[in-house]
């Protein structure tokens, strides 16, 4: 019902052009849009490609330098706000049909990989961990492997995303923390050869941001991910790098209501109770 109810509004706004004029005034104040994927299958890639055609028509791509120095850079009016797009899980339909796409259109992608799937990524125990792959390969490997994600280091960004897809709760274990937040990132660096400095949380709910990983995750990584969904307006605060999420299958007036900013404001309060409980500063 209430996902009916989502899409009647969604529609809604979109055909008042409601989404369109929220969206221009939204850009027309924003620095900073961070956007997360999750499977990008072939059959949907032609939506991804237009997708890529609208965020290049209205933002501009963020290296990891620009995100380092975006606090010094002065918003006006008419200029292009920054954009990053980036992927959860490590999936390889992120490496088949989403890396030719983002390269055509100057964008660089941010993939958040879990160490533990990298060599072992069968259906069965991504699926066991919350990870659901929608492109379906024969020789049952589903994750970009370490080849695969060293050739990416040159254009792109590879950050952690825990061990094990782990949602963190109150019970963790320092251990399991620690497993989670600092073995994962020795891990992909030790594969990779490459220095580890962002890190994005499992899950967007409320439930599963707790006071003791966000420690040891801020101790550990220069940028922090959460998907908590709101454009940056002022300063970024690297620990808390705010998150919306689109997918590849989103339909044009979806994938509009969810970059509009109207959303933003829907997550007013889920912010600020997140970030109250974490003791993080905007």
């Not at 956007?35 to 028509?57: D, G, W």
């Not at 897809?165 to 497993?179: A, C, G």
């Not at 937040?181 to 020795?186: A, Q």
Request: hydrophobic share 40%; proline share 2%.
């Amino acid at each position: 019902m209430k996902e009916r109810i989502k899409w009647i509004i969604v529609i809604v706004l979109y055909y008042t052009g409601i989404s369109y004029i929220s969206f221009l005034i939204n850009i027309s104040f924003s620095k900073l849009l961070v956007v997360n994927y999750h499977c990008t299958p072939e059959k949907f890639s032609h939506i991804f490609e237009q997708q890529l055609a609208f965020f290049r028509r209205y933002y501009k791509n963020c290296s990891d330098l620009d995100l380092l120095n975006i606090n010094k850079f002065k918003k006006k009016l008419f200029d292009k706000p920054y954009l990053i797009i980036s992927f959860d899980d490590g999936l390889r339909s992120n490496y088949d049909y989403s890396i030719p796409l983002l390269e055509k259109f100057g964008f660089s992608g941010w993939f958040f990989v879990c160490p533990t799937f990298i060599n072992s990524s069968r259906i069965d125990d991504l699926t066991a961990n919350r990870i659901f792959p929608k492109q379906r390969y024969d020789d049952n490997r589903y994750c970009i492997d370490c080849d695969e994600l060293s050739g990416l280091s040159n254009r792109h960004y590879i950050g952690s995303h825990t061990s094990n897809h782990h949602r963190f709760t109150v019970n963790d274990s320092d251990e399991i923390i620690k497993l989670e937040v600092i073995h994962s990132k020795s891990e992909l660096s030790s594969m990779l050869n490459l220095k580890i400095n962002s890190f994005a949380w499992v899950g967007g709910e409320e439930n599963h941001y707790t006071k003791a990983a966000n420690k040891m995750i801020c101790l550990n990584y220069d940028f922090v991910f959460t998907t908590l969904v709101n454009a940056k307006y002022s300063n970024v605060n690297f620990k808390n790098i705010p998150r919306t999420n689109i997918e590849s299958s989103f339909s044009k007036e979806l994938f509009l209501f969810q970059i509009s900013g109207i959303l933003d404001l829907i997550y007013i309060f889920k912010r600020t109770r997140v970030n109250k409980l974490l003791n993080i500063k905007k």
